[in-house]
């Protein structure tokens, strides 16, 4: 079990997208949740994103995955690192949970380093905030505060900063960890031979929810309406300030209207950054197959990463599911709810669950797309 061993309260209010911490021994019997051979495996298959980061005296270079071996980078000064890692590696789901008072829609993916003596991406600032969670080995990590920082060597194209004074200067060992909100300073630099893991959790800009919402309103031919106007300037040249509002409000009408907003945000919401795991089934199963299943004792799970979002006051009951929109019959809220909230369910919660017709289909359903999978 991974619980932590801190005052989430607390931590909620003074330090989530405030201020970073360290806490030492939040994980206390921490245990790696990946060996360095089998992370150094996973970096050789195609579907999952990998980059190796080798430190130079000035600068650093980044190759992208996948690599067949690791030879020619040496014994120090490079850090693999693989994104996802939950999408690929399904014992890492229960370390996910620890960290679902956060809301999983926020949850971007959990990324693995194995890094070398000397190995680091070099200072930077993330526009995400980030759980550091220091497996074997010991780094050596330096926060500083928010502010401006001059991009290193003045070089305007590199995403590395020079300068900052730490505010935090801690070795990470062994179930420490240490949390960077968005805008903070930071470098981690690889004392030995040492995993990490490091949850991101997303916050869309502007940029993207407009480009989101734009897009919703072509899929589904909406947002049809046009500026009229009652008084106009009396300057032929002018767009006048009300023209100006008059217009923005079109938007905004737009903006604040459930109806328009809500499926945007539940399909956009519920997307992956990273490629899925889907296990699309190469039949497809029938009710009487999930039925035997079920009856030979079978467990259901979630495949690694995906989300299964609800809106709250939402006026259809549905689930968005890696961009999708799933009616289901109201009578089933709270199976519904079971489903969005567990990633795993033993023989007798999944034969509980198919009792009930309209589960059953839904869970026929999520099966059939590849996105549940049985198991023992
Ligand atoms: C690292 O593990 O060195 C990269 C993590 C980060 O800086 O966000
Ligand atoms: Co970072």
Known sequence: MFSLNFDISEFLTQYWQK???????????????????????????EAVASRVVVTKPDDWQIIEGPFEDYEQ??????????????????????????????????????????????GGVGAHIDNY?????????????????????????????????????PIIDVVLEKGDLLYIPPGFP????????????????????????????????IDTNTGLKRFTSS?????????????????????????????YYQAMLGKMLSQNRFELDICEPEEAYTAEDMS???????????????KLLKLEDDSISRIFVNGEAIEYSAAIETEVQQLCERFTFDNQQTAMLIQTPATQALILDLLNRGYFYFGE
């Open 19 to 45: 201020k970073p911490i360290l806490i030492k021994n939040a994980f206390p019997n921490f245990e790696d949740l990946i060996s360095a051979d089998e992370l150094a495996g996973l970096a050789c298959e």
């Open 129 to 165: 905030d980030v759980f550091i969670i220091q497996g074997e080995g010991q780094r050596h990590w330096t926060v500083g505060d928010k502010g401006q920082y001059a991009p290193k060597n003045n070089d305007p194209t590199t995403p590395l900063i020079e300068g900052f004074e």
């Open 292 to 306: 035997d299943y079920v009856a030979q004792g079978a467990q259901l799970y979630r495949i690694g990463g995906l």
């Open 73 to 118: 980078f040496g014994e120090k000064n490079w850090q693999l690192l693989v994104q996802a890692l939950n999408h690929w590696h399904p014992d890492s789901a229960e370390f996910i949970n620890a960290f679902r008072f956060i809301p999983d829609w926020r949850f971007d993916d959990l990324m693995v380093s194995f890094a070398t003596p000397g």
């Open 186 to 217: 930071h470098q981690g630099q690889t004392l030995t031979l040492a995993m990490s893991y490091s949850i991101g959790f997303r916050a869309p800009s502007q940029q993207e929810l407009f480009s989101e919402m734009a897009d919703a309103l």
């Open 231 to 259: 008084d106009e300037p009396k300057i032929a040249s002018q767009i006048s300030s009300s023209h100006q509002q008059d217009l923005m409000a079109l938007i905004t009408e737009l903006a604040a209207n459930p109806e």
